[in-house]
């Protein structure tokens, strides 16, 4: 079985269509790892994809604020500001799906999957040992996480945890092949707003026969989401920031 593992996507359209063009014909089921929305102007075409088309969803914390769960006051201004412009720019329908998400984290057949870290679906996993506590909850030799917008993760073998990095700026994808006695944290990466200096579009393949996972990034029209940011009144630093990947 391969799985296609997206994360982060907020609201990016044509980060996503790249996406699924480049990852045509390589997966049985889509996995989202949350954030559907936020910080960009397609929310309701993305909302609407995800639930007609992914497997397995879990809420993301602008998920989460967008469908009233959770209040405005510790995102800051210009995440506040998508926000509630995000709010506006959907339906009851599309609402309700995003406040139905199931929350992290969720055991599947082959892997767990989460959107911060297990004890805390807001909490960001960037360095090893924030990485370390969550061993601790694996059933599964696998999990995958977003939050952090960052592709790569982390792996621990003989009681040390090791960073895993991402695709090379001068590459398309790498190849992760898994080990025994060893459990893995992947992320994907962020479809829709990069911080990893890579603006281009990342995600992941995982084939549980084969145990590997697939790294890959995708270049997509930055400039048109960027247009639509703009046009949409959306702050302009949402645009500025996705020619960086920052």
Sequence with gaps: MQFLILSDIHANWYALEAVLESAAGKF????????????????????????ANCTSVIRGNHDKVVCGIDDLDWFNPIAQAAAKWTRGNLDENELSYLRELQQGPVKLEHFHIWHGAPLDEDEYI?????????????????A??????????????????TAIGPVRRDSAESVLQLEPDTLYLINAGSVGQPRDGDPRAAYAIYDSENRTVEFRRVAYPVEKTAEEIR???LPDALAARLFKGI
Excluded at 126 to 142: G, K, Q
Aim: net charge neutral.
């Design 28 to 51: 049985d089921q889509i996995i989202c790892c949350g954030d559907l929305v936020g910080y960009n102007p397609h929310p309701a075409q993305v909302v609407d994809w995800t639930r």
């Design 126 to 142: 960037i360095r090893p040992r924030e990485a370390t506590a969550c061993f601790a909850e694996f059933e599964l030799p696998l």
């Design 144 to 161: 995958f996480f977003g939050h952090t917008h960052l592709q790569g993760g982390f792996y621990f073998r003989r009681f040390r945890v």
């Design 231 to 233: 046009a949409a009144g």
